[in-house]
């Protein structure tokens, strides 16, 4: 199987309003050769309007979409050089799995021989090496959209587009595929995008994630960039989980919170009455007769126990420990809550 070399995908300035609706408001994203980006955002951010306008399906009100430094929007979809995968497989049903994945090549007049042992190639390269005569209603979800992805690579695109392809698949079948995409795509070398919703999922496939919201860049990042340091609050509490407990700023950058004075790093909003942020691993918690915090919960997740905290002033917590830090840490449990000892982002109450 041959290598593809992945194009440059840039997004400049690129508009899309619907009617009243702004899908696009100036969206700016570069997505490197080769890279896997994800698009991370809540629902209606206009992630997959932005793949649309790769794909060619749609057309931007302004801005360019540049492939390898060319602006591609005025290029028809059948001739750009995209594969797209979407979240319901949208197989033919009368066609074999073989002869989905070889649709393109009979367009594009591959002769049929050629056809065939390049459906095969990729049956194969996809995990499916023996199902090539079935029909999709003779496939699993998961399976189905092996096949899709082996379409969409059929005629060796160099930008792969893929709509929340796993969505409709359930936990275990998820998890298959996404490691599955991950080598898939690094092996092949293509640029490929991902629009998902799911932030767990971009986290961990992604090369780097683009957090969008109402139309715009919010941030690109690597994912353990974007967890660690998020640029804006949105961020903060979008990718991961996050925590807000009620602080106030002291005037010379820092903030008191839970007892504790901890600088603030990133700009602060005005104060003084604002809410911390801190993840659920990013707090220390010990059972103390003496401590103003109680467990509300706690739920065993393997190697690390979510407990439920509620504070004095009547703030709900998540804290995450090692479960072998936990064991007494039962419902009813009086404890002390703190806060590891390093800068922390403030966010508006
Ligand atoms: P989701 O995660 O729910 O799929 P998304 O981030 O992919 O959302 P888009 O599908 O890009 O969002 O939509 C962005 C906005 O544009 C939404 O408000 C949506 O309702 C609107 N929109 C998208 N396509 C159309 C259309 N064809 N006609 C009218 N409005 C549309």
Do not use: W
Request: hydrophobic share 40%.
């Amino acid at each position: 199987m041959s290598t593809t070399t992945g194009a440059r995908v840039e997004f400049r300035a690129l508009r899309r309003t619907f009617g009243t609706t702004v899908a696009l408001d100036g969206l700016d994203l570069t997505v490197e050769p080769g890279e896997l980006m994800a698009l991370l955002g809540p629902s209606g951010c206009g992630k997959t309007t932005a793949l649309r306008m790769v794909a060619g399906f749609d057309h931007p009100d302004a801005g360019q979409v540049l492939v390898d430094g060319t602006d591609i929007v005025n290029v028809p979809a059948n001739r750009r050089d995209a594969g797209m995968v979407f979240q319901s497989y949208s197989l033919f049903p009368n066609l074999s799995a073989r002869d989905n994945v070889a649709f393109g090549l009979r367009i594009r007049k591959v002769p049929s021989h050629a056809r065939r042992t390049r459906a095969d190639e990729l049956l194969e390269l996809v995990g499916l090496p023996t199902q090539g005569n079935r029909f999709p209603h003779q496939l699993s979800g998961g399976q189905q959209q092996r096949v899709a992805l082996a379409r969409a690579l059929a005629l060796r695109p160099r930008v792969l587009l893929l709509d929340e392809p796993l969505s409709a698949l359930d936990a275990q079948v998820r998890l298959t595929l996404r490691e599955e995409i991950s080598r898939l795509q690094k092996e092949l070398g293509i640029t490929t995008i991902f629009v998902t919703h799911d932030q767990e999922e971009a986290l961990s496939i992604a090369d780097r994630v683009a957090v969008l919201r109402d139309g715009r860049l919010e941030q690109c990042d690597t994912p353990v960039d974007l967890y660690r340091s998020p640029a804006t609050a949105f961020v903060a509490g979008f990718v991961g989980t996050m925590n807000r407990i009620p602080g106030h700023l002291t005037g010379d950058g820092a903030v008191t919170v839970v007892g504790q004075r901890l600088p603030v790093t990133g700009t602060a909003p005005a104060g003084p009455e604002v809410d911390v942020l801190v993840r659920p691993e990013d707090l220390r918690v010990s059972a103390d007769d003496d401590g103003d915090a109680r467990v509300v919960t706690a739920s065993f997740l393997g190697a690390t126990t979510r407990l439920f905290l509620r504070l004095p002033d009547g703030a709900g917590v998540k804290a995450d420990l090692p479960t072998r830090d936990a064991a007494a840490l039962t419902p009813g449990t009086q404890v002390l809550v703190r806060l590891v000892d390093h800068p922390v982002m403030v966010a508006a109450r």
